[in-house]
């Protein structure tokens, strides 16, 4: 007796209907339509608001370069709570990540590990911002503060990941050689995860320049709090020359960042 043949067998669909799939993607334009329609959206204020965008846009016009003293002071404090908060963020993350990692370390350990991170995770930088500043007032050190606790969130997570994607073979063959608990950390997993590392750090050092412009609106020192201020006495033509300064560090942060990543990998 021969086996059915394709026309025999009855005829087969290549790729099966995703009916789950396509019922998902149904009940999420509802959902969208649902909540714009609960937000106050309308075409009428997007129209309205488009006329005072360019008329906003339009009172920057011509940038006000005469306050070069204030302008470089707050760029100045905004580059320096970005190093030190990076600094500190991941120098701090490096045991929290490693405690973290579910591959090296017991579960009594990872799990208070990843609390601490999902903890730092929970607030935008801006809250921490506030609290800090309830703390210890007015300044640097709060944007420096808070940023040090985003910090240790981000790279922390990303560093114990890391860890985890490690090869093992590594770790067991330096573990039979006799190396404490330190020699296999140096000789089998930093090799495994040091270039990664250094993109996080890079990474972490571009976001914290852009976070230390928004602490400072909220009382965190830097040049967010010179923008904020301008903002208030409606010097649009000062806020533009601060935004284009803002601009041309994070290019240049990013430019400094691409090398390193290409010279240290």
């Known amino acids: 007796m021969t086996a059915p043949t394709a026309d025999t067998a009855g005829h087969r669909q290549p790729f099966r209907t995703n009916w789950g799939g396509r019922l998902a993607y149904v009940a999420l334009v509802a959902y969208v339509i649902y909540a714009g329609s609960h937000l106050g959206f ?37 580059l320096q709570i970005a190093i030190l908060a990076s600094f500190f963020g991941v120098l701090l993350s490096l045991p929290v990540g490693l405690l973290a990692a579910r591959n090296l370390m017991p579960v009594w350990v990872t799990w208070p590990a990843r609390g601490i991170i999902a903890l730092c995770r929970s607030f935008h930088p801006i809250i921490i911002a506030i609290l800090f500043v309830k703390a210890v007032g007015f300044g640097a050190l709060a944007g420096v503060l808070a940023l ?76 967010g709090a010179t923008l904020f201020t301008a903002y208030q006495r409606f010097d649009f033509d000062f806020v533009l020359s601060i935004l284009i300064v803002t601009v041309a560090m994070i290019m240049a942060a990013e430019v400094l960042s691409g090398w390193i990543r290409k010279t240290f990998q």
């Open 42 to 78: 309308s075409w009428d204020r997007f129209v309205s608001g488009i006329g005072n965008g360019g008329h906003f846009v339009a009172r920057m016009f011509p940038p006000a370069w005469d306050r070069w003293g204030l302008l470089a002071d707050g760029m100045i404090e905004s």
């Open 148 to 223: 040090i606790v985003g910090s240790i969130g981000f790279v922390g997570k990303l560093f114990a990941e890391s860890i985890e994607e490690i090869s093992l073979k590594q770790v067991e063959a330096v573990r039979a050689t006799g190396a404490s608990f330190s020699g296999v950390l140096i000789m089998a997993v930093q090799p495994q995860v040091l270039p990664r590392f250094i993109g996080f750090a890079t990474y972490q050092l571009d976001s914290n320049l852009r976070n230390s412009t928004m602490v400072g609106i909220v009382g965190g020192g830097g040049i």
